[in-house]
């Protein structure tokens, strides 16, 4: 067999395998309620190499750049859907946008001049900070993360990833003090809201233009991305304080009024975003706002 025919038969079989297997899924959801057939990632394989103490361990490997991970997952939670979006389903592939390209030279500059920074806002257990370090890998990363049980399971998952710095918070639209909401929900769907001043108690709530801060571009730190998914509390982020916007050139965020009906949470980032000069694509369950750089 010619060399580099096999790459080719090996893309052409992994697409069959994940064609059969969503239809497969599609069958047994729409009649059992549950999805029983493992899929198959186009870039990253993974295999289970422990389970202890509740925590499957799972050796995930970028098949594009070689690169692996150790992940861990708590058994029976909405840990292993997280993965599934990320690792498999590869929620927060910039490729699948047409302004890839375009994107992709943006990061590449960012690296000439110093180092890209992503900042993930609603890092949970760290698996998308280590999405973006797979695919990102000159980016400093800054994960925020509110709940400490969340927290731990993250700090585990990056350990001895220094370009990740991971931070027990929540991002808000001002420098306050937070409170968890929802602490019945799942573990991925855990919000915050802001306390009253003088309030005891909470969680440190900080702030993107702290964050822009800490790191400046006087230091060389070129804002990237900005990935935001924090269950209704993009209510707060974006009613003022928004001028940080600009900054990115890259927003990702996932937005939740289909989880609070009548709420509204959406509206404070639709009115913010549209006063500026991007594009808005909508892809699963994310926004893909791009800024437009325009010539003068």
Known sequence: MHVGLLPKMNSIWAAIRRKAVQRLNGFLLARLGAKIVRKFPENFDYSRTSTENGLTTLHVTDRLRGRSSEISLREGTSDWLTFDQIFVNEDYNLKALKRYPELLALYKDACLKGTPLIVDAGANVGLSSLYFH??????????IEPSEANFSVLRRNTKGVPQIQSLLAGIASKGLRLKLVDLDAE????????LEPGSEGGITAVTVPELLQKFPLEKGFCPFILKIDIEGAEADLFSENVDWIKAFPILIIELHD????GKGTARNFLRAISAEDRDF???GENVFSIRNERQS
């Open 258 to 261: 289909w989880l609070y009906p």
């Open 187 to 194: 573990h991925n769907a855990f919000t915050t809201e802001l």
């Open 281 to 283: 694509i909508y892809l």
């Open 134 to 143: 797979h695919i990102w890998p000159e980016s400093q990363i800054v994960a």
